[in-house]
């Protein structure tokens, strides 16, 4: 079984993102690997949890304390890199074979569409059933599940809204559980009639054959 990892980005951190991320690390067994991303340290410190790793270019870094360092895997890159933070911390994570990852702060805090766009479609070139990879961004409100060609079941989503975006050019969807089930609905990039449906039943089913994004919210 692959291992997992908690990913905090510099980005946007919901009311309740405390003590739903204290719960989570609490509740997995074992404990997951925590990678803290440039700023996302910063939340780490608040909630008085120590990463890991700590992947930074220093261009967020905020002030911490005396010794919250310490013993903590330090990577530091130049600005001028070629990938971003969360692609590093996403490459590292699957060197180090935890193939089941969560990232935190993945919203922009200031409005930066590029920023948010970027870190959703990050996962394009990562997952996949071949490569064992699975990845999901996660905060106190939404949770967005990355798919390919694969079916999951969604237990404890009754009442939340479902919505899935193709990240391939076309992708086969079927969904059962929901206000309007599908049965291999053809949907390319582009066509918004996967939006806005619901979930109306304890236990839902998603099938994607391709590419896509399931936002539950």
Known sequence: MEGKAFIFLNGLYQKGDMALVGRLIRRGRPRPMIVAVDGGIGFLQ??????????????????????????IVILLYSRDKEKTDAELALEYCVRKKALDMTMF????????????????????????????????????????ISLRDESRLLRGFRGRRLSVIPLSARISLSLSGTQFPARDLIIRAGQAISLRNQITSDTARISIAGSGLAILA
């Open 46 to 71: 608040k909630i008085k949890i120590k990463p890991d790793v700590w992947i930074s270019d220093l261009d967020s870094a905020p002030r911490l304390r005396a010794g919250f360092l310490k013993n």
């Open 105 to 144: 702060g993945w919203d922009s805090r200031d409005g930066e569409t590029d920023h948010l766009l970027g870190n959703l479609f990050l996962c394009r070139n990562l997952i996949g059933p071949k490569r064992n990879v699975k990845l999901r961004f996660l905060d106190s409100r939404r949770e967005i």
